[in-house]
């Protein structure tokens, strides 16, 4: 079946610790996309990839780091520069038009 | 600065009539507008879209209705069932903001009430 998957569901993480999210999707599409949800909130930009080997900031990229070295992947790292990391965050890919499609999102909790 | 709100924080609806959930946005840029279905600890579903060359978008029990001068859009579902009570996002994207980025409103939380 075609679709998003995102592991793992939840993520434990350490004060001083980077942490990795997957993302991976076989559905062939260009651009991949990593948002952030707080509660209450709506969906806040990450990071952002058009294409394998290229990736942009989006509005809160501080304490993120990304890599799109293949076009099925795009992994998100959780720096320890990143203050506030707890949140629920969703991946999503788009064919190039502009309709996202979602996985079903990881849980970051700091211990 | 929020381009895209959702001012209802929640909506009850008996089953069985209308729901109508309301968008409004700042950007004249955007052209093109997506609602989206959430439940708790999932992503967002992908519902209906509309593009500013129209004013008007159904899919089944959903529709769009698009107001550019008001800069509002609305969701209708029709007939509203059980099922439908999930978390609804609109969204919004378009030339001058960023290739094909989505800006999301912060959600309207629908109830259908058997």
């Known amino acids: 079946d075609g679709g998003i998957t995102q592991s793992p569901k939840y993520l434990f993480r350490k004060e001083g610790q980077n942490v990795t999210l997957s993302c991976e999707q076989n559905?062939?599409?260009?651009?991949m996309y990593w948002y952030r949800q707080d509660p209450g909130q709506g969906l806040r930009l990450i990071y952002y990839?058009?294409?394998?080997?290229?990736?942009q900031k989006g509005d809160i990229a501080e304490g993120y780091s990304v890599s799109r070295e293949k076009k099925e992947s795009f992994p998100l790292t959780v720096t320890s520069a990143q203050k506030n990391p707890t949140a629920f965050y969703l991946c999503?890919?788009?064919?190039?038009?502009?309709?996202?499609?979602f996985g079903p999102g990881t849980r970051l909790l700091v211990l | 600065d929020q381009q895209v709100k959702q001012n209802s924080p929640s909506l009850s609806v008996q089953e069985g009539r209308i729901s109508i959930l309301n968008c409004d946005y700042t950007?004249?840029?955007?052209?093109?507008f997506l609602w989206y279905k959430k439940y708790p600890a999932e992503g967002p579903t992908f519902l209906i879209s509309?593009?500013?060359?129209?004013d008007k978008n159904e899919d089944g029990r959903f529709t769009v209705f698009l107001n550019k001068s008001a800069k509002h859009l609305s969701l209708h579902i029709v007939p509203s069932q059980p099922g439908d009570s999930a978390v609804y996002f609109c969204?919004?994207?378009?030339?001058?903001?960023?290739?094909?980025?989505?800006?999301f409103g912060t959600g309207t939380r629908l109830t259908v009430i058997p």
């Open positions: 999503a890919s788009s064919p190039g038009q502009e309709t996202q499609y």
């Open positions: 559905l062939n599409h260009d651009a």
């Open positions: 990839s058009q294409i394998v080997n290229d990736f």
């Open positions: 950007n004249s840029m955007f052209d093109y």
């Open positions: 509309i593009s500013s060359i129209k």
């Open positions: 969204a919004a994207s378009g030339g001058g903001t960023g290739a094909n980025n989505l800006f």
